[in-house]
């Protein structure tokens, strides 16, 4: 089980402040969605050099033109890729097409998808990386998370990876690692807090105990 530090509110050099702060206690860094529309993809490009030892995501949430969009990250040098569950079947195989090809990872995100056991279903059989449970900002606003979803999909995926996204916090972690997904995306769970450190060494230690593969 590998724990991603998401950057979404911050601009480039707050990124890789941060980043220094947690690098000993992180696997992957994420340049979030705002971070890439503001920024673009020299976000990503930046965050890899700056730690060539963590693997970066490149949180495009592409729709359409994936393969392309999957391209560009990968000449950025993005180890994975997100593109969304909603988007068509023939966008999901473009992505992973040309993942192959650019030796790098795909990681749909269900984000807004209703039906997620059906949809997980069909994305595992497109030969996806991972397939990723995420409560966004405005539902996590009214409340809501993705902790059920996981076991849901937990239940159908027969090959790719796991993933949880959406407001995990320090409180919450060990409920989503009996679930045993294999990547548990943290943002504010770490980024806004006091002591990040502090923080995401405590996350990396309940995993590294929690985790059974
Ligand atoms: O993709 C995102 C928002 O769309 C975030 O990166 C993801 O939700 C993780 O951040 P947080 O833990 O703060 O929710």
Redesign the pocket.
Known sequence: MKLQL?L?LVNIPEAKELVKEVEDHIDVV?I??PIIKIEGLKAVREMKEAFPNLEVLA?L?TMDAAAYEVQKASEANADIVTVLGAAEDESIKGAVEEARNQGKEVLV?L?AVKDIETRAKELDELDVDYICV????DL?AVGKNSFEDLQTIKNVVKNAKTAI????KLDQLEEVIKVQPDLV?????I??QEDKKAVAAKMQEMIRQGSTA
């Open positions: 998401a979404d994420e979030g969605t949180d949430k995100d984000i995420h409560t966004g900002y996590q996204a959406g407001g995990i995306i943290v943002g504010s769970g980024a806004g």
